[in-house]
C-alpha cells in the first residue's frame, strides 16, 4: 500500500518543488492549503492527488485534510502563525509532521510547547530546510567524532536572493529578536560591523553580516557547543530588503532560479579546525531534496526516536548528506587542519 502524505501550502513556491519530487517517487499526495483554485490548478500536474482545502483557524478543516496521511509537510509559513494548529492535528491523529521554518521563534515554541505531548507518539521535525536544516547537517556531520565544540561559524552566500511572497510575509510577521549561542547558551544578537569572507567559486569574495536563523536552535539542542554564529552576505540581504527586487524566475527543467548558493561550515575544536562547504542552485528548490530524504527515511524505518528533533539529531548526517543527489548539492569537505 502506497504511503500517503499530505503537503499543506502545497501551492508555495517551495511547495511545488516538493510537490513534484514526492509525486515523481509514487507517493500518494493530498494537496492542501486555504486557496482552492490554486489547488485545482495544481491537482492538474499531479493527477492522481487529492486536494483538500482546509484553514489553519477551523480545526475541523485541518483534521478532515490530514485524515489518513501518514506524514505533513507544513510548507505554508509564516511558520509563526501555522506550526501550531498543524502540530495540534497531528497530534489529534497520530502523525507525523515536518516543516521548513527558518523562524527561531516558531522552532522554540516548537521545542517548548509539543516536546512532552509528541514523546512516544510522533516525530514532530521542525526546520526541514536550507536555513536550519542544511547547516545542521553539515555541522553535525564535520564534529560526529568530538565530544564538545569549542565554536561552530555558519557562512552563508548567495549571489543573488529573488525572494518568494511567503518570505516576505515571514519577514514581515517575524519581528522577535534574533538570537545567537555564546558561552553555551541562546543570548540576543549584538550589533556588529560587516567582515569578508571568500566563498570561492561562483560566489566569490562578500561582505557578511551576522544573522542567526533557525541553525542556531536546531544545532544547539542536540550539539555541546558553546557558540554557533551565523553570517550571510550583505549583497543578498540587500535584495531581501529591496521592495522591488522581483520573485524567483524558473531557468531550467527543474524549475530552479538562476541563484546559486554557497553554505560554509567551520567547526573549531582546542587547536583543529574542520571545515565542511555545500554549494547549488536555488535555495528553495533545494529544500525539496532535504525534505524528500527526510520523508524517505521515516518511511524506511531509519529513526532512533519519537518526540520533537531535528534532522541532524535523528539521521546520521554524513550518510544522508551522502545520499543527496550532487545536482541538488555538491558537499566538499576540507583537511582538518591546526590553527
Known amino acids: 500500500m502506497k504511503k500517503s502524505i499530505a503537503i499543506y501550502g502545497a501551492y508555495g513556491h517551495t511547495g511545488k518543488f516538493i510537490t513534484a519530487e514526492l509525486y515523481q ?3 500518494t499526495l493530498v494537496l492542501s492549503g486555504r486557496d482552492e483554485e490554486k489547488l485545482l490548478s495544481l491537482k492538474q500536474k499531479h493527477p ?3 486536494i483538500k482545502t482546509a484553514n489553519i483557524n477551523d480545526e475541523k478543516t485541518l483534521d478532515n ?8 509537510i507544513n510548507c505554508a509559513g509564516p511558520f509563526l502563525d501555522t506550526a501550531e494548529p498543524i502540530i495540534q492535528s497531528a497530534l489529534r491523529l497520530g502523525i507525523h509532521y ?3 521554518s527558518a523562524e527561531q521563534k516558531a522552532v522554540l515554541d516548537v521545542f517548548e510547547n509539543f516536546s512532552e505531548k509528541a514523546k512516544g507518539k510522533i516525530l514532530i521535525i521542525p526546520a526541514v530546510a536550507f536555513y536550519g536544516g542544511l547547516g545542521d547537517l553539515l555541522s553535525t556531520a564535520i564534529t560526529h567524532d568530538w565530544d564538545k565544540i569549542d565554536e561552530i561559524n555558519i557562512y552563508i552566500g548567495l549571489d543573488s536572493w529573488h525572494p518568494t511572497k511567503g518570505t516576505r510575509l515571514t519577514g514581515d510577521r517575524n519581528h522577535y529578536t534574533r538570537l545567537t549561542l ?3 547558551r541562546l543570548q540576543e544578537l549584538e550589533p556588529s560591523s560587516p567582515i569578508e569572507w571568500n566563498f570561492k567559486n561562483p560566489i566569490g569574495i562578500k561582505e557578511v553580516v551576522s544573522l542567526p536563523l533557525s541553525e542556531i536552535i536546531t544545532i544547539s539542542r542536540h550539539l555541546n557547543v558553546n557558540t554557533i554564529n551565523t553570517y550571510l552576505s550583505l549583497n543578498s540581504l540587500n535584495d531581501l530588503r529591496n521592495k522591488d527586487t522581483p520573485e524567483p524566475e524558473p531557468t531550467d527543467e527543474k524549475n530552479r532560479s538562476s541563484q546559486h548558493f554557497s553554505l560554509e561550515v567551520v567547526a573549531l575544536k582546542d587547536n583543529l579546525k574542520r571545515t565542511i562547504t555545500a554549494q547549488g542552485q536555488d535555495i528553495y528548490a533545494v529544500t525539496s531534496p532535504l525534505v524528500v530524504e527526510t520523508v524517505n527515511r521515516i518511511f524506511s524505518g531509519k529513526i532512533a526516536k519519537t518526540g520533537v528533533t531535528v534532522i541532524g539529531e535523528i539521521f546520521d548526517a554524513n550518510d544522508f548528506l551522502k545520499s543527496l543527489n550532487e545536482d541538488d548539492i555538491t558537499i566538499s569537505v576540507a583537511e582538518e587542519s591546526h590553527l
Open 48 to 50: 492522481e492527488s487529492t
Open 98 to 100: 515536518i516543516d521548513l
Open 65 to 72: 485534510a490530514f485524515s489518513g496521511a501518514d506524514i505533513i
Open 25 to 27: 517517487q509514487g507517493y
Open 182 to 184: 555564546k558561552n553555551n
